[in-house]
C-alpha cells in the first residue's frame, strides 16, 4: 500500500450545504449529495501581479497574489428533489408551503396508530385540515407511504379515511406534506358566464388552500368521480385569483365550460410555490460546496481529501430541455473563497446518502408546453407553435464580486437586476409568431414535467420576444429560434408581481403525466 500517483475521477463526490450566514456554516451542517455529470471551474483562479521594473536584464521579477476568485460550476440531470434547495437560492426566495410535517430537523411524527388511522405529530396539527389530500412518504412499513385524506385533527394528532397498516416510531426521513383538496360531493363547480373561469364552492373556503395568484395547479384526480364530467375543466391551470368560495383561471389546459360538479368529489392538487419575491420577502441563501477528491493512500480509502468554495452564491442557472434526451441543468455559483483539506479531515456535519431518482425527459415527461400572446379575456389562447424542439431557461442574478483593501478575494457579493431569459426553437408553421414578435406582442410560456406521480411547473407570466429568423435548410423542416426576456408579470395583471413561478407537486394523478 502506497501513495497513490493518480487517482480517478469516479473517486470524487460533490456535496452542497446551506450556511447560516455568508462563509459560516451551521454547528452541524447537511451535505446533501449532487450527481455531477461534469464540472465547469470548480475552485480558485488565482491571479498574480508580476513585477516588471524596467532595467538592463530585461527580466521581470516575481509577483504576489492578487486575487483568488472562487467559483464553482456543474451540470446535472434534473430530478425531482436534487434542485429543489438550490432554486430558493437562484431565486432568491423561501418556498411558500402548505401544510407538513417533515422529521428531518426535530422529530415532528412521533407514532402511527393503525387501530385509530391517527398520524401523532409535535405540534400544528390542526394546519392539516379535513378532506385536505396529504402524502405520506418515508416511513418504515411501505404501506404507510400513501396518499391519504385527512377525516379530522387536533393540535397534535392527523387522523385520516384510510387504513394505516401497523404501529410504527416515524424514522428520521418520514413526512406529511399537504398535496391538494378532495371538494365535498358536488361542492366545486366551474362557471364561465364571462371573462375567466372561476371555480366556486359553496362550503368549502378557497383561502384556506393556501394557494396565491400566479401558482399553477392540477384540478381532477385519476377516478371519473374525481375530475369534472368535461375533460377540458381538468388538467393544468395558473390561478389568477382566490377568494373565499371563488378562485378565478387563466392558463387552462382546455377550454372550460360551465360545470356544476353534480355527483363528484372533485380533487386539486397544489405543491410548494418558488418565485422571485419582492420587498422583504427577498431572501439571500448562501452555500458552501464541497468537492471530495479522493483518498491519497490506498492503505486508507476512507481518509479522503476535499476542496471547498465557501460563502457560495447563486449566480446562473441554465435548465435545457433538448430533444429526445434528459432534461439537465448547469448551476453556477461565485464564492468568498477557495479552500482545501488534507486526507481525513473534511468539515464535519450530517451526510445523507443519496436518493435515487430517474431524470425527467423531453419525450416523455413533458405533458404541457406552451407559449402564446396574454390574454386579458380568453384562458386557453392558440399558441403561437405547435411543436417545439428545444427549450434552455436561463435564470442570471448578474453578480458582481466586491473587492477591498486588505481582502485577497471577494468579502461580498453584490446582486444585480434579476434576470429570466428564454430560448427557444420552434417549428415553423404559419407567420403569426413573426407578427408577433414584430408587433411586440407580450408573451407568455408555461411548462410542465411530470415523472412518477411527482412534478414541477414553469412559468413566466410575460416576455418580450427578439430574434424569430426562420432558419430554412435544404430536406429539413423550417425552423424558428427565438430568444424572450422575462419581465414583470404586474403588467399582466396586478397580483402577478413576479417574472419566474414554479410549483413543486409532490403528488401529481398519473393523469397530470399525459
Not at 19 to 36: A, F, Q, R
Request: aromatic share 6%; hydrophobic share 40%; charged share 20%.
Amino acid at each position: 500500500m502506497a501513495e497513490l500517483q493518480a487517482i480517478s475521477s469516479n473517486k470524487t463526490q460533490l456535496s452542497i450545504a446551506v450556511e447560516d450566514s455568508i462563509g459560516v456554516l451551521p454547528g452541524t451542517p447537511v451535505w446533501t449529495p449532487y450527481e455531477p455529470n461534469g464540472y465547469d471551474d470548480v475552485g480558485g483562479d488565482i491571479t498574480t501581479a508580476p513585477r516588471k521594473p524596467i532595467k538592463s536584464d530585461r527580466m521581470g521579477r516575481k509577483g504576489p497574489v492578487v486575487d483568488v476568485e472562487a467559483k464553482a460550476g456543474f451540470n446535472s440531470d434534473l430530478t425531482y428533489s436534487n434542485m429543489f434547495a438550490l432554486l430558493e437560492g437562484y431565486l432568491y426566495s423561501v418556498a411558500r408551503r402548505k401544510a407538513e410535517k417533515i422529521n428531518a430537523n426535530d422529530t415532528e411524527i412521533t407514532d402511527v396508530d393503525a387501530a385509530t388511522e391517527t398520524f401523532t405529530v409535535d405540534a400544528d396539527g390542526d394546519d392539516f385540515l379535513v378532506n385536505d389530500l396529504v402524502l405520506a412518504s418515508g416511513f418504515t412499513n411501505s404501506a404507510n407511504n400513501a396518499l391519504f385524506t385527512v377525516a379530522s385533527s387536533t393540535t397534535t394528532t392527523v387522523v385520516v379515511d384510510e387504513d394505516v397498516t401497523v404501529d410504527e416510531t416515524p424514522p428520521t426521513d418520514a413526512s406529511l406534506v399537504v398535496v391538494g383538496h378532495e371538494f365535498a360531493s358536488g361542492d366545486a363547480e366551474i362557471l364561465t358566464t364571462s371573462g375567466f373561469p372561476t371555480l366556486i364552492t359553496t362550503t368549502k373556503d378557497l383561502t384556506e388552500l393556501g394557494i396565491l395568484p400566479g401558482e399553477m395547479v392540477y384540478i381532477g384526480g385519476d377516478l371519473t368521480a374525481e375530475q369534472f364530467a368535461t375533460a377540458a375543466n381538468n388538467g393544468y391551470a395558473r390561478v389568477r385569483s382566490v377568494a373565499a368560495n371563488v378562485m378565478t383561471f387563466d392558463k387552462t389546459q382546455g377550454t372550460m365550460v360551465t360545470d356544476d360538479g353534480t355527483g363528484k368529489t372533485i380533487r386539486i392538487f397544489l405543491g410548494r410555490l418558488l418565485k422571485n419575491e419582492v420587498g422583504s420577502l427577498i431572501v439571500r441563501k448562501t452555500f458552501q460546496v464541497e468537492r471530495q477528491l479522493g483518498a491519497p493512500n490506498d492503505s486508507s480509502p476512507g481518509d479522503v481529501q476535499a476542496e471547498y468554495i465557501t460563502g457560495a452564491v447563486c449566480s446562473e442557472l441554465a435548465l435545457n430541455i433538448p430533444e429526445a434526451e434528459k432534461v439537465t441543468v448547469d448551476a453556477a455559483f461565485m464564492g468568498l473563497d477557495h479552500e482545501t483539506v488534507t486526507a481525513g479531515n473534511i468539515k464535519s456535519g450530517t451526510r445523507p446518502a443519496l436518493v435515487a431518482e430517474d431524470a425527467f425527459n423531453s419525450s416523455s415527461s413533458v405533458p404541457r408546453i406552451k407559449i402564446n400572446v396574454v390574454s386579458s379575456t380568453d384562458s386557453n389562447p392558440a399558441a403561437l407553435f405547435a411543436q417545439i424542439g428545444e427549450l434552455t431557461l436561463t435564470i442570471n442574478n448578474n453578480l458582481s464580486r466586491n473587492l477591498a483593501i486588505g481582502t485577497t478575494g471577494a468579502f461580498e457579493m453584490s446582486e444585480g437586476d434579476f434576470g429570466v431569459q428564454l430560448e427557444l426553437e420552434a417549428f415553423f408553421a404559419n407567420v403569426s409568431a413573426l407578427a408577433s414578435v414584430r408587433s411586440n406582442s407580450d408573451l407568455t410560456v408555461d411548462f410542465s414535467l411530470y415523472h412518477q406521480n411527482t412534478g414541477i411547473s414553469f412559468d413566466i407570466p410575460l416576455l418580450a420576444g427578439s430574434g424569430a429568423l426562420a432558419n430554412v435548410e435544404a430536406d429539413s423542416p423550417i425552423k424558428l429560434p427565438l430568444t424572450s426576456e422575462g419581465a414583470n408579470g404586474i403588467d399582466v395583471a396586478s397580483t402577478l408581481n413576479h417574472i419566474l413561478a414554479a410549483v413543486f407537486f409532490d403528488y401529481l394523478p398519473t393523469a397530470a403525466g399525459s
